[in-house]
């Protein structure tokens, strides 16, 4: 009887060992340039929001977890005679799928570096809480450019390396990620078309497709970016050199400034102060404040920057003085009431707001 007992669990271990072997076969199997290309894509994903906004990265950043994929591992020898020398075969679903997955992870965590200080401060969550919270954020939604991986891996079922029809549904599969990323977790955090919101002749796509359309044109160029160290190497140089010329184009309309507007009205924008309450909001509150933040949009009141002035304020936080914090989000930074950290950013809105004439 203790023998029969025994004889399911050790059939169990025995499955979980022989899966576990089999996993860790699939990642030794990945070249070792393959998940330094991965992270690196990862990084530079980083780079291309604030801060530091190094928005023309954003043309070349997908290109090394693409070229990652459809070079991931080593084929026999016997393969790579039949394909004509070709070493590298592109990643199975699994392994496009690991790729995605450490770029995905490396992205979130340098991106989002904000959820630790929001748990930390507005929480009042402990540091290594805050941190584990972070962790466990970017593992969740690192899935997303796991499910981009694999996808490609997917199309990409072929020997050699050179897939042209992954290349060709790479960009689709980026949209479709971030679509769903946007609405099925409901976070569509640094989208990368937003890495060209201040294009303005480029962005006046997104009137028709959203900003689904600039990440669809930038995703384009960097498969072409990373087709280009596929291709033979005859045509490497002129398909890279098309490529990176194509992405300097599409850019230059950073450059572009609109024109200035005539005028004497003059706008200023504070974001109200919205407190966070130990109970729920009621309904009552809830209306409230709602009623209070349309009249304020409807007619805005004059600041009052801790001096006595004719202008009054219905900010209560406004009279004694405005506290001006930064909230990290792109592509401009968002200003509310809070702590103060910068005194020069301080005296800066401060004579802003007072040259600004006020209708």
């Not at 530079?44 to 090394?64: D, G, H, K, N, T």
């Not at 748990?119 to 584990?132: E, P, Q």
């Not at 960097?222 to 850019?251: D, E, K, Y």
Request: with cysteine; charged share 10%.
């Amino acid at each position: 009887m203790i023998l029969s007992s025994q004889r399911p669990s050790l059939e169990l271990i025995s499955l979980f060992a022989s899966h576990a072997f089999a996993t860790l076969g699939i990642v030794l199997l990945i070249r070792r340039n393959a998940w330094m290309l991965a992270a690196a894509s990862g990084v530079l994903q980083v780079l291309i929001f604030p801060e530091p906004a190094l928005y023309i990265l954003s043309w070349i950043a997908l290109a090394p977890l693409i070229y990652a994929v459809l070079q991931c591992r080593e084929q026999d020898a016997l393969l790579t005679i039949a394909e004509d020398g070709k070493w590298f075969a592109p990643a199975t679903a699994w392994q496009g799928f690991l790729l995605g997955y450490l770029s995905g992870v490396i992205w979130y965590l340098g991106s989002c570096y904000w959820v630790f200080h929001v748990m930390h401060v507005y929480g009042n969550l402990g540091t290594a809480t805050s941190i584990l919270l972070l962790i466990a954020y970017a593992l969740y939604l690192a899935l997303y450019h796991g499910l981009f991986g694999l996808l490609v891996a997917l199309i990409a079922r072929r020997r050699n390396g050179y897939s042209l029809r992954a290349l060709l549904f790479a960009p689709f599969a980026w949209v479709v990620v971030e679509m769903a990323r946007a609405h099925i977790t409901g976070f569509p955090w640094d989208l990368l078309g937003t890495a060209q919101i201040d294009n303005i002749p480029l962005s006046r796509i997104a009137t028709f497709t959203g900003v689904y359309g600039l990440s669809f044109e930038i995703a384009l160029v960097n498969t072409a970016v990373a087709a280009a160290f596929l291709v033979p190497r005859a045509r490497r140089n002129a398909m890279l050199a098309t490529s990176l010329g194509a992405a300097l184009i599409l850019h230059s309309g950073k450059f572009v400034k609109p024109p200035a507007l005539t005028g004497n009205l003059g706008v200023t924008l504070v974001q109200s102060d919205i407190p966070i309450l130990e109970d729920p909001w009621s309904l009552d509150y809830t209306l409230q404040t709602l009623s209070q933040l349309r009249a304020l949009s409807v007619r805005p009141p004059d600041l009052l920057f801790g001096r006595s002035l004719r202008r009054r304020s219905l900010l209560p936080t406004c009279i004694y003085a405005l506290r001006l914090g930064r909230w990290p989000a792109p592509p401009t930074p968002t200003l509310w009431p809070a702590r103060w950290e910068s005194s020069m950013l301080e005296t800066r809105i401060v004579r802003l707001t007072f040259s600004t004439p006020h209708h």
